[in-house]
């Protein structure tokens, strides 16, 4: 990890390393991993890990390291040591983040072989607790003094340090597979697996055998709309041109496959009247689909009135409910609904893991095949990590939600208020209420959209729309009516848990210069 092969020192016979500078600056914080370095001569070098980064250089622009002493230890006296090294060597790659002191130890017997396992479980035991020592409850503080302002918490949240955890036992210890239940192992993790379900599902107020795991609420829709809609193997499927990418995609492909596709066009405001699904509808709608908080501009669909027109006419109604789950009181049967896309990384859960909510009665045809997990609807092994994760995060998510909604909304409130005084032209984007209380999405009229997030970039991390546009100007603005280029210059801004009154200030100031700077 240390020390490449090329030249020895003379007196311990210890490689010296060669050694190059690499931009970015060092985090003093962040832990790197100790290792053990078997070299030619018979000897094995142990990186130990130091709470702090200590002033020393150990070589700088290929320069050879000189000075290690009869011990192994690492000179010091070279000057500050500021930047990330990155060691070069025939055989490998190795990146260190922190100055290392090293060991010499003799490779011969058993004591000096336990004695270097032990000092490197030491160091990882010593990097965890830094870790821990460093991440407050969300994460979402800025953890680097250059690193901009995090208003972007639609896009993704951070692991809360509860969930993160919950999840450790699983990765390592409790690593068996829930569907090996023939011996402990496997029994511990499918009695993890069934205890975050009906957690999960209890923060929903349905029965637990209703909640299909998948990696997503990306999954959870393509199974919900494709699989439902193949069951029938025809008819008309009626949705809104403002979801997101996750349903508007998977009803292109049914429409490839002959089904009929109805996309609703909202007001200004973002919402649908009722009135327009009820026209929609033919003899052969199958599935309506409509997404309860939208992504970018926060808006809240009338969902109880929508699943009201579907249930008199037998509909299947389905809500891709990513960004609603977990910031607003959700519970599908009270609203009506009959298939719900989750997601666990939009409520400080981990990524990579979302959920299904499935009806009783309602059909699905499975979008892969394998081993039967999930009621035969999503075959592969569980990832108990992730899913004690959503579990505990659906938790910490009901807990405060009344409360983070009231903090959130006034620090929102200002935000708005603040920046329409110093933009007086600004406009909103999507109804004032009802909407999510961590959003505001706001056009800046006749400003270059490119300059304005070019200039933003250094100080406030935000959006221009979903993170899933690929850089291609909002759809959902310009179903809004909208301009192209007024779809460019507009500011998704999504508050976390954590976001602060003195935040908000900061951000004001910076949109209002960028706004500034950014005039065409």
């Known amino acids: 990890m240390i020390l490449p092969v090329d030249i020895t020192h003379c007196t311990t016979g210890i490689e010296r390393a060669h050694i190059?500078?690499?931009?970015?600056?060092?985090?003093?914080?962040?832990?790197?991993?100790?290792?053990?370095?078997?070299?030619?001569?018979?000897?094995?070098?142990?990186?130990?890990?130091?709470?702090?980064?200590?002033?020393?250089?150990?070589?700088?622009?290929?320069d050879l390291l000189d000075g290690i002493d009869a011990k192994g230890q690492l000179p010091t006296g070279h000057g500050p040591l500021n930047q990330q090294l990155q060691i070069l060597r025939p055989l490998g790659l190795h990146i260190i983040h922190h100055v290392l002191t090293t060991e010499a130890l003799p490779r011969q017997g058993g004591?000096?072989?336990?004695?270097?396992?032990?000092?490197?479980?030491?160091?990882?035991?010593?990097?965890?607790?830094?870790?821990?020592?460093?991440?407050?409850?969300?994460?979402?503080?800025?953890?680097?003094?250059?690193?901009?302002?995090?208003?972007?918490?639609?896009?993704t949240t951070p692991c809360a340090r509860e969930v993160v955890d919950a999840m450790a036992p699983y990765w390592s210890e409790a690593w068996g597979n829930p569907s090996s239940r023939q011996h402990r192992l496997g029994l511990y993790a499918s009695a993890a697996v069934n205890l975050a379900r009906r957690q999960l599902a209890e923060s929903l107020d349905l029965a637990p055998e209703r909640v299909v795991f998948t990696s997503g609420a990306t999954e959870a829709n393509n199974l919900a709309l494709l699989g439902h809609a193949r069951h029938w193997g025809h008819g008309h499927v009626i949705s809104v041109s403002t979801e997101h990418h996750a349903v508007?995609?998977?009803?292109?492909?049914?429409?490839?496959?002959?089904?009929?596709?109805t996309l609703l066009r909202p007001g200004a405001d973002g919402l649908i009247d009722p009135s327009q699904l009820q026209e929609a509808i033919t003899a052969d709608t199958r599935l309506v689909s409509v997404m309860a908080?939208?992504?970018?501009?926060?808006?809240?669909?009338?969902?109880?009135?929508?699943?009201?027109?579907?249930?008199?006419?037998?509909?299947?109604?389905?809500?891709?409910?990513?960004?609603?789950?977990?910031?607003?009181?959700?519970?599908?049967?009270?609203?009506?609904?009959?298939?719900?896309?989750?997601?666990?990384?939009?409520?400080?859960?981990?990524?990579?893991?979302?959920?299904?909510?499935?009806?009783?009665?309602?059909?699905?045809e499975p979008l892969q095949w394998g081993g039967g997990q999930e009621a035969g609807l999503r075959a592969g092994t569980l990832p108990?990590?992730?899913?004690?994760?959503?579990?505990?995060?659906?938790?910490?998510?009901?807990?405060?939600?009344?409360?983070r909604q009231q903090q959130q909304g006034a620090l929102r409130d200002q935000l708005w208020t603040e920046l329409k005084k110093r933009i007086p032209d600004l406009l909103r984007n999507g109804a004032e209420q009802p909407r999510l209380s961590h959003n505001l999405n706001?056009?800046?009229?006749?400003?270059?959209?490119?300059?304005?997030?070019?200039?933003?970039?250094?100080?406030?991390?935000?959006?221009?729309?979903?993170?899933?546009?690929?850089?291609?100007?909002?759809?959902?603005?310009?179903?809004?009516?909208?301009?192209?280029?007024?779809?460019?210059?507009?500011?998704?801004?999504?508050?976390?848990?954590?976001?602060?009154?003195?935040e908000v200030d900061q951000a004001i100031a910076a949109i209002t210069d960028a706004a500034a700077a950014a005039k065409a």
Request: charge should be neutral; hydrophobic fraction near 40%; aromatic fraction near 4%.
């Open 20 to 62: 190059h500078r690499r931009s970015g600056a060092l985090d003093p914080d962040w832990p790197g991993r100790a290792a053990t370095h078997r070299f030619e001569i018979d000897v094995d070098v142990v990186g130990r890990l130091l709470p702090k980064a200590i002033a020393t250089r150990l070589g700088v622009g290929g």
């Open 111 to 155: 004591e000096h072989q336990a004695q270097a396992q032990q000092d490197e479980r030491d160091a990882q035991t010593h990097a965890g607790e830094q870790r821990k020592g460093h991440h407050d409850r969300n994460c979402s503080k800025r953890q680097l003094t250059n690193q901009p302002l995090l208003l972007d918490f639609q896009a």
């Open 248 to 261: 508007l995609d998977p009803l292109i492909q049914l429409k490839r496959e002959g089904f009929a596709v």
């Open 442 to 502: 706001v056009t800046i009229p006749g400003v270059n959209g490119a300059r304005l997030h070019r200039a933003l970039r250094p100080h406030l991390a935000c959006s221009s729309g979903s993170a899933c546009s690929n850089g291609e100007p909002s759809h959902v603005l310009q179903a809004l009516g909208r301009s192209r280029s007024e779809a460019e210059a507009s500011l998704r801004l999504s508050l976390g848990r954590e976001t602060t009154a003195s």
């Open 384 to 403: 108990t990590a992730l899913i004690v994760g959503f579990a505990r995060a659906a938790q910490l998510a009901m807990a405060d939600l009344p409360k």
């Open 293 to 364: 908080a939208n992504n970018e501009i926060g808006v809240l669909q009338p969902m109880e009135d929508i699943a009201a027109i579907c249930r008199r006419q037998s509909i299947t109604l389905h809500s891709d409910a990513a960004q609603a789950f977990g910031h607003i009181p959700f519970q599908p049967d009270q609203l009506g609904l009959d298939l719900v896309s989750l997601s666990a990384h939009k409520l400080y859960g981990p990524k990579g893991i979302g959920a299904l909510v499935v009806r009783e009665g309602i059909e699905l």
